[in-house]
């Protein structure tokens, strides 16, 4: 079985890293990270868990911890790997004193696979902009936080945005709208919405898979070319995303009628594409840029120290990077949260940090205050909703930089909760599960 370890890091401890036994002392909380930073999607999950690790660095350096407690992490390699991933999660839970506190696998195929698990190990698991997006109802999955906004929030923010374009989406009857979608769980996952949409608003929508990683797509974009879309929505990651912007630029379609999903908006996808991603647009919850104090915090605090995660530093403030310090920005949230019911100064347990992240409100005071203005959007979790947000900005591509041109922007918020709460009950009745009473957890 092929899978590595990262040693975590102990900052202020006698050494780095963790004992041989994985156990940390009683004054720290261990984060297990499945983490990716090899194979076609390397360069995304580094940039990912480089902002993510140096978030919480800074959190030690500068704050001693979370009201005294130290976070240490360790980082288990899945090669963005189903199969690697669950081994990642088995390997990490029973880390630290009080166990793994929270399971994110940035991976809509690897949350799949463990979606059972968590709820039997009782470790909560946060998709932040990925997974499975009926996990939103949280009287059907309490263990599953697919927090910000899901991927059916997106797809109907897009729709949005293109419907904006045209002068209404009333206008979009009798458009065509292409989907070049990375031929997983994770590309299918907007397909019910899209079709939906489609229905409502009268677009034709043509799906059109791209095996994995993508990086040959000559057949589909002569399908494109055949079928002229008035836009093409990119669902793509890694390879694919550059590939697809190249390709395009080839067959001579505008880029600026390319609209991308959040994965599909960073610079590893128009850095390597060169001057066929200029004018390309795609959706995101968190800009590009080094001008936020918290990333100016982090660039103090730890990367004056030398002790940065990013071994190429001029990625720090990218979409991916920033993405990753708003991991640990929830991350560590949730932990003050539940501190403030079960006590600070020792670490917490996984059922103590879902009922942190299920009260977790993130408003424009505490982003503020967290030097986060402005960085991602406001945002509150109930027992109902895990989603919390769903909203997005969209961002286009200059040729060197990215350039927000949208306020946020909402999805369709009728019918996706709709459209969740259908799902999880389907679910719910599959599996023999009785939805919990809301009412009773207040």
């Known amino acids: 079985?092929?899978?590595?370890?990262?040693?975590?890091?102990?900052?202020?401890?006698?050494?780095?890293?963790?004992?041989?036994?994985?156990?940390?002392?009683?004054?720290?909380?261990?984060?297990?990270?499945?983490?990716?930073?090899?194979?076609?999607?390397?360069?995304?999950?580094?940039?990912?868990?480089?902002g993510w690790i140096d978030y919480m660095q800074m959190v030690n350096e500068r704050d001693g911890g979370v009201n005294g407690?130290?976070?240490?992490?360790?980082?288990?390699?899945?090669?963005?790997?189903?199969?690697?991933g669950v081994e990642c999660y088995e390997r990490l839970k029973n880390r630290g004193a009080t166990?793994?506190?929270?399971?994110?696998?940035?991976?809509?195929?690897?949350?799949?696979?463990?979606?059972?698990?968590?709820?039997?190990?009782?470790?909560?698991?946060?998709?932040?902009?990925?997974?499975?997006?009926d996990a939103a109802d949280?009287?059907?999955?309490?263990?599953?936080?697919?927090?910000i906004t899901t991927y059916w929030s997106q797809a109907s923010a897009i729709?949005?945005?293109?419907?904006?374009?045209?002068?209404?989406?009333?206008?979009?009857?009798?458009?065509?709208?292409?989907?070049?979608?990375?031929?997983?769980?994770?590309?299918?996952?907007?397909?019910?919405?899209?079709?939906?949409?489609?229905?409502?608003?009268?677009?034709?929508?043509?799906?059109?898979?791209?095996?994995?990683?993508?990086?040959?797509?000559?057949?589909?974009?002569?399908?494109?070319?055949?079928?002229?879309?008035?836009?093409?929505?990119?669902?793509?990651?890694?390879?694919?995303?550059?590939?697809?912007?190249?390709?395009?630029?080839?067959?001579?379609?505008?880029?600026?009628?390319?609209?991308?999903v959040w994965w599909s908006g960073s610079e590893e996808d128009t850095i390597p594409a060169g001057d066929a991603a200029k004018g390309y647009v795609a959706a995101g919850f968190n800009p590009a840029g080094k001008n936020f104090p918290v990333v100016q915090d982090i660039q103090k605090h730890v990367y004056a120290k030398n002790r940065g995660n990013m071994e190429d530093k001029d990625r720090v403030g990218s979409v991916l990077y920033n993405r990753g310090v708003v991991h640990g920005i929830i991350?560590?949230?949730?932990?003050?949260?539940?501190?403030?019911?079960?006590?600070?100064g020792k670490p917490l347990t996984g059922e103590q940090m879902r009922w942190g992240f299920e009260n977790l409100k993130i408003d424009e005071k505490r982003l503020a205050a967290l030097g986060a203005s402005g960085f991602m959007p406001e945002m509150q979790i109930t027992c109902e909703d895990h989603e919390g947000a769903g909203m997005v900005k969209f961002q286009q591509w200059d040729g060197a930089k990215w350039n927000v041109v949208s306020d946020w922007v909402k999805g369709d918020r009728q019918l996706v909760r709709g459209m969740i709460e259908e799902s999880a009950a389907a679910y719910a009745k599959e599996k023999g599960i009785t939805p919990r009473d809301c009412s009773k957890e207040m």
């Open 1 to 50: 079985m092929k899978f590595s370890l990262r040693k975590s890091m102990v900052v202020g401890a006698a050494v780095t890293g963790l004992l041989a036994t994985g156990y940390a002392a009683a004054q720290e909380q261990f984060v297990g990270l499945a983490s990716y930073r090899v194979g076609p999607f390397g360069s995304n999950g580094a940039s990912l868990y480089g």
């Open 69 to 84: 407690v130290k976070l240490t992490w360790e980082e288990c390699e899945t090669e963005y790997n189903n199969a690697r």
């Open 99 to 133: 166990g793994n506190s929270v399971f994110q696998p940035l991976s809509t195929g690897i949350t799949y696979s463990v979606l059972d698990r968590v709820a039997q190990d009782k470790i909560p698991m946060v998709t932040i902009g990925y997974g499975r997006t």
């Open 138 to 147: 949280g009287r059907v999955f309490p263990w599953v936080f697919p927090m």
């Open 159 to 260: 729709v949005n945005y293109i419907g904006s374009k045209e002068g209404g989406n009333e206008k979009l009857k009798g458009k065509k709208i292409a989907l070049l979608f990375h031929d997983s769980a994770y590309g299918r996952e907007s397909h019910a919405v899209l079709d939906k949409l489609a229905e409502r608003y009268g677009y034709e929508l043509t799906k059109i898979p791209v095996a994995n990683p993508g990086n040959e797509q000559q057949a589909q974009w002569l399908q494109i070319r055949q079928l002229r879309p008035d836009y093409t929505i990119l669902w793509g990651w890694g390879v694919m995303n550059p590939t697809a912007l190249r390709t395009a630029a080839r067959t001579g379609y505008p880029r600026e009628k390319i609209v991308g």
């Open 331 to 344: 991350t560590v949230e949730a932990m003050r949260v539940a501190q403030e019911k079960f006590g600070k």
